[in-house]
């Protein structure tokens, strides 16, 4: 919203700072989505970033706004609120309990 109401534009990044890698963000998906699930590793690209950490500073100087949940918190809930959008599931979505200290 305060971006929305604001006097400042262009491209702000509202991602999660923390830094994990692809196979990280794999594994926390597959253990929210579906424990047996496979995953697949794929030769990267040639422009595949190597480094997976927003800048946020923007967003945090210009709109007071930094992340509050991690993505092990995130993204079920994300999961859960989707599924009732789409599916009308009202199933709640099982949570990690894996450490939530990382991103």
């Known amino acids: 919203m ?3 109401e604001g006097e400042h534009v262009g491209p702000f990044n509202l991602g999660n700072p923390g ?3 692809m196979l990280e963000l794999a594994e926390v998906v597959q253990e929210t989505i579906d424990p047996n699930a496979k995953i697949e590793f794929r030769p990267n690209t040639e422009d595949d970033p190597h480094k997976r950490k927003p800048d946020i500073s923007r967003a945090k100087e210009l709109l007071g706004w930094q ?3 991690s993505l092990r918190k995130g993204l079920p809930l994300m999961v859960s609120d989707f599924r009732q959008r789409i599916f009308g599931d009202h199933k709640v979505s ?3 309990t894996t450490n939530d200290s990382s991103s």
């Open 67 to 69: 992340p509050k949940v």
């Open 2 to 4: 305060r971006l929305m």
């Open 94 to 96: 099982t949570t990690t």
């Open 19 to 21: 830094e994990f890698t």
